[in-house]
């Protein structure tokens, strides 16, 4: 599957809860959450290396509206209603058209 949409979104979590935060994130990916839907085709969620407690997740999905789709899904708010008492501020959000590139993942980092 080819990526149309991306979505990314930068999150700081409060002192100390960063981990906690990017755990949260990860179980998006479970069955049945938005993330293990063949629409999305990248997940990616990463740490700062200088600010342990700000969080960022790239998306990748097939289409625009598939990502609104599942993002407007029960299990998606669910995900949102359980990181929102994380968060310091805000989340800062961009979406985007890729063009070209490349993703490969292995296992998780130690």
């Given at each position: 599957?080819?990526?149309?949409?991306?979505?990314?979104?930068?999150?700081?979590?409060?002192?100390g809860r960063g981990g906690e935060l990017a755990e949260l994130l990860l179980t998006g990916m479970d069955e049945g959450g938005a993330a293990a839907?063949?629409?999305?085709?990248?997940?990616?969620?990463?740490?700062?290396?200088?600010?342990p407690?700000?969080?960022?997740?790239?998306?990748?999905?097939?289409?625009k509206a598939e990502h609104e789709r599942l993002f407007d899904g029960e299990a998606a708010r669910a995900l949102v209603s359980r990181i929102t008492p994380l968060l310091a501020g805000e989340?800062?959000?961009?979406?985007?058209?890729?063009?070209?590139?490349?993703?490969?993942?292995?296992?998780?980092a130690a």
């Open positions: 599957m080819i990526v149309q949409y991306g979505f990314q979104a930068t999150l700081t979590a409060r002192p839907s063949e629409h999305c085709v990248v997940y990616l969620v990463s740490r700062s290396a200088s600010a407690d700000v969080v960022h997740i790239t998306e990748g999905w097939t289409s989340p800062v959000h961009a979406d985007y058209i890729p063009v070209r590139g490349k993703a490969a993942f292995g296992p998780a």
